[in-house]
């Protein structure tokens, strides 16, 4: 069955350090995509990332990053210099082929790791 | 323009009172998703509508009822509610939904925190 795992519940930093955020993920098929998306205590929803399961490839968007690797099922968010309006909790998840609903993919969650940027 | 609203932000309603949740978006997102969130949880996905048929009903009771007037809006009909049917709801859209071609990020709105009394 699919499944994402984030072990980190809560990860607390001062200011200006890196920090990486874990992500571990369950799936039987070939073909499949991650994402990552950030959620501020305004309780929005941001998308940060798609990566699909045939890209191993890894992004850096000015701060951010992510490794991904394939032979670990891992898809590790790692930011750099952190900054208070880092502080949301972050969820990873997956999408697959779900057999509940046919042909359909549905977003798979991890429970989502709280980040506390302090100053 | 990349973004979803919604409306009301925040809602407190009785057990026994109607109302109704909307979304709208103008990305020409063809998919268009209702959430659940509960505090310290990731969204449960209640309802799918793609080209404005509902696709996926996630066993959502019926005191929830969705609509899609058109592509653009999204509108969450509420009956009859009980107090843990508190929670943030949360809409999104994406470009298109389902199939075995790649997947869509979904974009979502910022919600409307729901308290029933």
């Known amino acids: 069955a699919q499944k994402v795992t984030q072990a980190q519940t809560e990860i607390s930093v001062v200011e200006k350090e890196d920090v990486t955020l874990d992500c571990v993920y369950e799936t039987r098929d070939t073909t499949y995509y991650l994402f990552w998306y950030k959620q501020p205590p305004s309780g929005e929803l941001v998308f940060l990332i798609r990566?699909?399961?045939?890209d191993e490839q890894n992004e850096i968007s000015g701060r951010y990053s992510w490794n991904f690797q394939k032979s670990t099922s891992s898809f590790n968010f790692t930011i750099t210099a952190s900054q208070v309006v880092d502080s949301a909790v972050y969820f990873c998840?997956?999408?697959?082929?779900?057999?509940?609903?046919?042909?359909?993919?549905?977003?798979?969650w991890g429970l989502g790791t709280s980040l506390a940027v302090n100053p | 323009d990349t973004e979803v609203t919604q409306t009301p932000k925040h809602l407190v309603m009785g057990m026994t009172n109607k109302k109704s949740l909307k979304c709208e978006q103008h990305m020409g997102h063809r998919a268009m998703y209702w959430y659940k969130q509960k505090a310290k949880k990731p969204p449960e996905l209640m309802f799918v509508y793609s080209y404005e048929k509902l696709s996926i009903n996630e066993s959502v009771p019926s005191r929830f009822s969705p609509e899609c007037p058109n592509s653009s809006l999204l509108n969450l009909h509420l009956h009859a509610l009980q107090p843990e049917d508190s929670a943030l709801y949360l809409c999104a859209s994406s470009q298109s939904w389902g199939g075995l071609a790649s997947y869509n990020e979904q974009f979502f709105g910022p919600g409307t925190r729901l308290t029933v009394l």
């Open positions: 990566r699909n399961s045939f």
């Open positions: 998840a997956l999408s697959d082929l779900s057999t509940n609903a046919g042909n359909n993919r549905k977003l798979i």
